[in-house]
């Protein structure tokens, strides 16, 4: 947040249900608010502002908490894990809805 705070998840499926729900875990918050997100990328395991990856849904690989979006940097690399780990989907950061976070 811009005031210095910040939070971390075990999974993105958390981390985009607080981003939906901003309101709800931090009162009079926006996401106008945020500052940055950043996620671990799936090959290099680095953090990566979340605007610079894709968010691919419905594969093979599970997180802490079970089925989990992966994010993954450029389009061969996400065509790649998408082809040899079963992925549904291959979402921006803009992309991602509710509906797209695994039950």
Known sequence: MREGTYAVFDGLKDMFKYYFDLAG?????????????????????????????????????LGPMGRELVPVRG??????FMRDHDGEKRLTFQEVTIEDIPQ
Do not use: C, N, R, W
């Open 75 to 80: 389009d061969a690399d996400s065509g790649e």
């Open 25 to 61: 875990y931090q009162k009079g918050k926006t996401v106008d608010d945020i500052e940055g997100i950043y996620v671990t990328e799936y090959y290099t395991t680095k953090l990566m502002p979340a605007g610079e990856v894709y968010f691919v849904t419905g594969s093979d690989v």
